[in-house]
């Protein structure tokens, strides 16, 4: 496979990239799928029906194909300076990821900062990997209907988004705080970082406010994606 191609599995990676204009390179699909699907894919789009057992050999991680394997072009990626200089919503939600390297966690963050209106998703590249096929089936059919921006240093980035007047808000279950006492700004970034090491020091001291959700004391702490969802939603009902 050349170095610009990378697989998707499943029903709803394929159903998500057609319906955003994703180039796909060829699908490989099982008989039966094909006969679902075949007013759903594109005529211009190469097939070739496969057997699932073949389709599922060419999936590393052994999760369910569903019979399913669309080879995909990556995209042009966008800098955060490039994003920010074309802006211009008066009203908008960022997600920043800090420190959190499982790629489950990420596709299911990108999924959820999708479903509650965030505009943007902020990752640093050394974590992100748009061709992991577990971050993709984490995400659902999501990756392609939110912006995905890498960033090489999230202190920098940081810097940056306060300067196109963003608000910053760091998710810390040690922080005072609670989320449902936030005054929101009208332009949010909301930094989550990794279940196990929280967000960094360096990261929270930029933050303009840090805040937490309270929980029962019966709970040492929520799933990240978990506890994100809690706080887009606060924000959007707010």
């Not at 699909?29 to 599922?56: A, C, G, M, Q």
Request: with cysteine; charged share 25%.
């Amino acid at each position: 496979m050349k170095n610009n191609t990378y697989f998707a599995f499943g029903l709803n990676s394929l159903i998500d990239t057609i319906n955003n204009n994703r180039k796909i390179i060829k699908i490989f699909i099982t008989k039966e799928r094909y006969d679902d699907l075949i007013k759903k894919i594109p005529k211009k789009i190469p097939i070739e029906i496969k057997e699932k057992s073949k389709i599922d050999k060419m999936n590393m991680y052994k999760f369910n194909t569903q019979g399913i394997c669309a080879i995909l072009e990556k995209e042009k990626k966008i800098t955060l300076k490039e994003y920010l200089s074309n802006h211009k919503s008066k009203f908008s939600t960022i997600v920043m990821l800090n420190n959190i390297s499982d790629q489950r966690n990420i596709g299911s963050i990108i999924r959820v900062a999708t479903a509650l209106n965030s505009e943007a998703v902020i990752i640093n590249k050394k974590y992100y990997n748009e061709t992991n096929s577990l971050m993709i089936k984490a995400s659902s059919g999501t990756l392609n209907a939110i912006q995905i921006i890498e960033v090489g240093n999230d202190h920098n980035s940081i810097q940056l988004l306060k300067d196109h007047n963003f608000w910053i808000y760091a998710l810390d279950g040690q922080a005072k705080q609670d989320v449902k006492k936030v005054k929101w700004a009208e332009k949010s970034v909301i930094v989550v970082g990794s279940e196990g090491d929280g967000i960094q020091k360096i990261i929270k001291d930029a933050s303009d406010e840090i805040i937490k959700i309270n929980i029962s004391k019966n709970v040492e702490s929520l799933n990240v994606t978990s506890a994100l969802s809690i706080c887009l939603f606060q924000k959007k009902t707010a």
